[in-house]
């Protein structure tokens, strides 16, 4: 069995450079998962104890990410508050690498996210808990107010969401995207850092406007993929 029954951690979907760049965020995935507790949840691993890991066997590696992932999802996803927000797959996007994506009316989603949909830059990008980036096309419409020559895509987010409160987001939250038994589950994992391929979309190549921890509110999301499924431009997406 490679997959967990309780957190459904797949050591299928993992290879050794997937664990060694989650092993050093184990401290940024704690902090966003508890964001507004009031009883945050002492890491599973510290920053010492990630390096430790690096320097052992690609399966010590491997058992460390289980534990950090084990622990979010089954000790402090479960004590956050629920919130409810109900929104629209504004539109979706895909590309064969690099920004931005374009616009497309439908898609597979996997494990790995929208199938068809590729990174250039896979040391970066491509892990499960990074399946899908997400972001919303009311933070965009502030900043084309603002006069940065942005649309949706163009940062190489996946969907873009409309009508979801994009500051009360935080890790861990699940949401669907799609109806009934068919909607696609999925589960927010952290922000996603500004890179500078996306200096075109903004005024003096300022992606720091969409930096998570200068402009809480105005960042993407990656999220892992619960259950796959199909999803359509149009779609309801519901947090809680």
Known sequence: MTACDLCGFDLAQWNP???????G????????????????????????AAAALLEGTVDDQLAGVHDLWHGLVTELAPTQPAVVMKGTVHQLNASSGGVPKTAIDWAEVGV???????QIARAHHGRPWQALCLWSSDVLAVLQAEGHPIVAGSAGENVTIAGIDWAALRGGMRFSIGSGDDAVMCQLSLPAVPCSKNNAWFLGKDIDRMDHDLNPGFSRWYA?????????AG??????
């Not at 940024?28 to 949840?41: N, Y």
């Not at 892992?224 to 359509?232: A, D, M, N, R, W």
């Not at 779609?235 to 809680?240: I, K």
Request: charged share 25%; proline share 9%.
């Open 17 to 23: 450079q997937d664990s060694a760049k989650t092993l």
């Open 235 to 240: 779609d309801p997406v519901r947090f809680g």
């Open 25 to 48: 965020l184990a401290p940024e995935f704690v902090q966003e998962w508890s964001r507004g507790l009031a009883d945050p949840m002492t890491s599973p691993l510290s920053r010492e």
């Open 112 to 118: 790995r996210g929208l199938v068809g949909d590729s």
């Open 224 to 232: 892992s993929v619960l259950s796959p499924g199909e999803i359509t």
